[in-house]
Structure formats: C-alpha cells, structure tokens
C-alpha cells in the first residue's frame, strides 16, 4: 500500500508541474480512451436477437409473450415479430412447440390427444370442425403463395333421410405473399381440396376470397366461360413461345453488338385447332384384279310336216306343206375387272401450330444494307423463318436513349461511392482505436521505465551501510497538518511554538517522546 501511495503521489506531483496544454492533452486522451473502451465493450457484450416467430395474429402473441414473462427471457416486439436472444431461439421454438401450441395454424388433430373425460357430442362436433379447419389452414398455407389461411366450414347434422341430407359449405380467407396472384387453375386446386377433404361438400359450396375481398371463386365452375379461359391459356402459351425466341435471338445479336445494344420483339400467331388431314391418292397404273371369258352357241332346225284344216276335214280335202330349215349361232362374251391403286392417309395437327411470325429488331448505331441482309438471314434461321406463310423480319438501327441507364448507373455508383466512404469510416475507427491503444500501452510503458530509472537512481544516491537515515532513504512525505514553524520567521521563540504545538497535538507529542525513549533504550 505504501508504494502504492507512493506511485499515486509521483504522478500528482507530476500532474501539478505539467503545463496547461499538457495537461489538456492527457485529460483528451484519457476521454477518448475511456469513450472507445465504452463503446468497444458495449458493442461486444451486447445481446443479439433473432426471430422467434413470425406473422403471428394478436392472440398467438399474446400467448407467447405470457409464456416468455413466465420463464423471464428477455423478448422484443418487431412488428409482427418476436425476438428473443440468439442463443435461445431454438430452444424456446422446441418449448412452444412442446406445450402444444402451434402459432398461426391452430392445433389441428392434437386436439384429441388431450384426454378429456365427459365430452358431450355437441363438444365432440365442435373439436372435431375445428381440428379440421386448422389441418386444411396449415395445407393451405404450406403453398408459395399463400401467406396466411382460414378455413371455416359448415357442416350440417346428419340424417337417416336422403332426401332431407343438406350439402356441406365451407369459406377460405387467403392472404398472399407480397404481389402473388392465384390463377384461376390454383383457385380450383384449393377448392378441390377442401370438397375432398369434407364429406358432402360440392364444389359449388366453396368460396375463396383474398385479403383484399376479392371473390376468387366467382364463375369458377361456369361453363360459360371455358372459352375465356381457354383463350387466356392460349395467349399464355404464346407469350411463352415469344419470350423465348426472343431471348434466343437477344443472346445471339448480345454477343456481336454488345450487352444493352440491342432489342428484339418477336410476335407469334398460333393455331390451337385440332384438325384431322385425310388424303386419298391414286394410282396412274391401273392392275387387273380378274378376268372372265364367256363363249355361248345355238343351233336352230325344222323338218316336214302335215296340218288339217276345219274346214278341209269336214270335206275331206287335205292341204300338204314340205320343206327342210336350220340355223346356228354363236356368241362370245370377255369381262375384265380392274383395280385402281389407292392411298389414304391422315393427319392429325395437335394444337399450338404457328401461323404466321413477326420479328423486330432495333440495333444500337448505324447498318448498312449488307450488315442489314446478314442480321436478317441469322434472325430468319434462328426463329425458322418460312415466307411462304407470310412471316416478316424487320431490321433497323437507331440510337438508344440512355438517360434512363445513366441515371441509374450514377445512383448505383454514388451508393457505391457511399458504402465505401462508411467502410473506409469503419477502418479509420479501427485503425484509431488500434493507434490510441498502441499509444496508451506505449506511455505506460515510458512511464514504467522513467519510474525504474528514479528507482535506480535513488538507490544509487543512498549511502550504503547499515547506520543509513531512515528519512534519507525514503522521499519527504507532504505533511497532513499545516507547520507551526516557519524558515522565514529568524526570529521565532522556539520554546512558545514548541509549547503551543503540545496545546494543540498532545497525541503526536507523546508518540514523539515514547520513541525518544524507544531510541534511548536501544
């Protein structure tokens, strides 16, 4: 503890023989040492928080903020957000979990893992309509679109009467990440799920509205309007043909003229008719597929003969004829049947044929007619130009506005320029903190060394031996009490200061003279 005292009085007695500036030059480093330790320790023991849960509904927070306050972690609220420490997020996730709450998708089927003894079957009913309004939520909201789910259902009681059996309906409330929209396609995939995971429950019966109350279900079952949306799938389709030709050609042309130099537009009209083709052709060579030969021949004759009249035979008179006739005949008769070649063929033309193709490009600069014609011949081979049915290929060079792009380019680079200025703001502060604590290890040091040599110097100027003068060795100590002698004062009457001293400090007087005598009797 003496040398202690001792350190703390050199360095007072330096501090009262420093200059005015130097003083401020200590007092100025000592602060700013003293800020940076602050801030350096305040920046390292500080509590990092992550994300406990998110998105969550009034409720569930209210939930497990009790649950936070009743094991006492410290928590903070971020919007719709909880955090808690780093370190813990984990944890507390799998002690949530574990107590079986479930935050945003409600407790589905668990709700029967708890026993319960006297359940009436209203109360049955009741769980069993929730736990399946949470089970469909959670399939609901496990989709990329979907950010939040609520299903409600109506589920009416059941009778041994058909024709008294009333349909099920149900009501799905979404709310979709950022700017997502539901194509009608996924609007009917949600509604078929909730008609095939409740019994008697059309279709028809399912209605699913956005946050924004908007009715995504309206028509959906219309049968009107199948050729609107057959129309809409069809332009779909297009513009997914024209989006890659176009970047087809655009990596192509990019890599003659340069990124940003080019602009390609390509515009498809496509056929989705389904058309059957028959062709029937004909053979020019005709083949004999059979032949008949038919030969015919008669042969005619007559002899001699008597005939009788009425009238003769009742007179008596007879009338005679002779004569000898023949004849023959002969016919011959050659079919010959023929078959003609024939080839029938059919086609059948799926849907998406293109009918007619347009192309347009814009280069960056000039062309000439021959830079022109090759543009136009690698453009025509790239998207299968056919001229036949009418396609067009357009190629012009025009100079680009660049306003747009160089204003951007000046934002990116003053954000640039900006976080470089703050890195280069982070260094200079490390490199200052490594200089101050540099600067302050290398004054102590000094100070330690100065300290060392007036050590070394006052035992050298101490006389060796053993009879040494205890107030020799050891520096004059400020006195705690004001002298009563003076230098100044020659004239003093040292025999009244003594005697006043004593009136005033009896008890330093008598340890005075107990170690006279303490000395005597050595």
Avoid: C
């Avoid at 028509?219 to 030709?245: C, H, M, P, V, Y």
């Avoid at 015919?296 to 009742?314: L, V």
């Amino acid at each position: 503890m003496d040398k202690i005292k001792q350190i703390l009085n050199s360095l007072l007695e330096k501090w009262k023989n420093a200059t005015k500036g130097r003083k401020i030059a200590i007092i100025s480093l000592f602060t700013f040492l003293l800020a940076a330790i602050i801030i350096s320790t305040t920046y390292l023991t500080r509590v990092k928080y992550g994300v406990l849960f998110s998105n969550l509904q009034p409720q569930d927070s209210n939930a497990i903020i009790s649950k936070l306050k009743e094991q006492k972690i410290s928590y903070k609220i971020q919007g719709d957000s909880i955090l808690v420490p780093e370190s813990q997020v984990d944890e507390l996730r799998l002690t949530v979990l574990e107590n079986g709450y479930f935050p945003s998708s409600g407790q589905g089927w668990s709700l029967f893992d708890q026993s319960k003894f006297g359940v009436t079957d209203t109360e049955a009913k009741v769980m069993y309509q929730r736990a399946l309004q949470d089970e469909l939520a959670r399939t609901i909201e496990s989709f990329e679109e979907v950010e939040k789910a609520r299903v409600h259902l109506v589920l009416p009681d059941e009778t041994i009467f058909a024709r008294e059996s009333e349909k099920a309906s149900a009501s799905v409330t979404l709310k979709l990440k950022g700017t997502n929209t539901l194509t009608p396609e996924k609007v009917k995939a949600i509604v078929a799920l909730i008609s095939g995971s409740i019994k008697n429950l059309p279709k028809e019966n399912v209605e699913v509205i956005d946050s924004n109350m908007n009715l995504l279900s309206e028509g959906l079952f219309d049968d009107t309007l199948t050729g609107t949306s057959s129309a809409l799938k069809q332009r779909e389709i297009e513009k997914q043909f024209e989006g890659q030709l176009q970047k087809d050609v655009l990596d192509m042309l990019e890599s003659v003229f340069g990124r940003n130099k080019v602009t390609v537009k390509i515009n498809a009209d496509m056929d989705f008719d389904s058309k059957t083709i028959t062709t029937i052709s004909y053979d020019k060579d005709a083949v004999i597929r059979s032949q008949h030969k038919i030969k015919e021949s008669t042969s005619d004759s007559a002899g001699t003969g008597t005939g009788s009249s009425p009238i003769d035979n009742n007179m008596s008179n007879t009338v005679g004829s002779s004569g000898n006739q023949s004849s023959n005949s002969s016919k011959e008769e050659e079919l010959t049947n023929y078959e003609i070649g024939q080839t029938e063929e059919k086609v059948l033309k799926a849907p998406g044929e293109v009918k007619r193709l347009t192309v347009s490009v814009v280069i960056d600069g000039t062309l000439n007619d021959a830079e022109k014609t090759t543009i136009k011949n690698i453009v025509a081979a790239a998207t299968g130009y056919d001229e036949q049915r009418g396609d067009q290929i357009n190629i012009e060079a025009l100079a680009f506005n660049n306003e747009d792009k160089l204003k951007a380019q000046q934002e990116i680079e003053a954000l640039q320029k900006q976080i470089e200025q703050q890195q280069k703001i982070k260094m200079y502060a490390y490199i200052g903190a490594a200089a101050l604590a540099f600067l302050t290890f290398l004054i102590l040091m000094l100070r330690r060394r100065r300290r060392n040599k007036e050590e070394a110097e006052l035992v050298a100027q101490t006389p060796q031996g053993i009879d040494v003068v205890i107030s020799d060795v050891l520096p004059k100590q400020p006195a705690s009490y004001e002298p009563l002698l003076s230098d100044s004062d020659e004239e003093m009457d040292l025999e009244k200061e003594i005697r006043n001293y004593a009136a005033k400090k009896p008890e330093q007087v008598v340890e005075l003279i107990k170690t006279w005598l303490a000395e005597d009797e050595r």
